[in-house]
């Protein structure tokens, strides 16, 4: 999308509802060259089942 055009505004209430639903945090800060900045942390959380096998990033 360009910036000159207007969007719905749902993008970061969307945003903020997936982060919400995995106790995430979601961080929102103006950058000061203007524009704005959004960090969305979200934990790994635990895995279980056959895709449950985690690989340290060491072994990639």
Same mark, same amino acid.
């Given at each position: 999308?360009?910036?000159?055009?207007? *969007?719905?505004?749902? =993008?970061?209430?969307? %945003?903020?509802?997936?982060?919400? &639903?995995?106790?995430?945090?979601?961080?929102? !800060? *103006?950058?000061?060259? =203007?524009?704005?900045? %959004?960090?969305?942390?979200?934990? &790994?959380?635990?895995?279980?089942?056959?895709? !449950?096998?985690?690989?340290?990033?060491?072994?990639?």
């Amino acid at each position: 999308m360009r910036s000159d055009q207007a *969007g719905v505004g749902l =993008g970061l209430t969307i %945003v903020g509802s997936i982060v919400q &639903a995995h106790d995430g945090t979601l961080t929102i !800060g *103006g950058r000061p060259a =203007g524009g704005l900045r %959004v960090s969305a942390l979200l934990s &790994a959380g635990e895995v279980s089942g056959r895709l !449950g096998d985690v690989v340290p990033s060491e072994a990639l």
